[in-house]
């Protein structure tokens, strides 16, 4: 079994998202089962880090990064060792290749 670790940033987006959705969208039930589905499918990962797609990969740290789909959300990783790494949460409708290269030049 695999370890999960959020970065920072992935923390926020966890957090940003579901306010948004009860705020802003007013749907407080919608915005609590984002939350949940988000957060299981980052833990899934535990046991099928590997099943997301291919992203891309960074030369310069070695790393491919996956992605996963959650209802209008991509979660963003990668796999170290026995730890998964969630990098970033994002609108599946954003330009997700440049946020990847924003990545790969230590934006991400």
Excluded: C, Q, W
Aim: aromatic share 18%; net charge negative; no cysteine.
């Amino acid at each position: 079994m695999y370890n999960i670790r959020f970065t920072e940033r992935a923390l926020i987006k966890l957090d940003e998202i579901p306010n948004y959705i009860a705020y802003i969208l007013f749907d407080p039930f919608a915005a609590e089962k984002y939350y949940n589905d988000i957060f299981k499918a980052a833990y899934s990962l535990e046991h099928f880090p590997n099943r997301g797609s291919l992203l891309g990969h960074d030369e310069l740290t070695n790393r491919d990064y996956r992605k996963i789909f959650v209802h209008n959300y991509t979660i963003i990783y990668y796999v170290e060792g026995d730890t998964v790494y969630i990098v970033d949460i994002l609108y599946s409708a954003s330009d997700i290749a440049s946020k990847f290269e924003g990545e790969v030049n230590g934006n991400f």
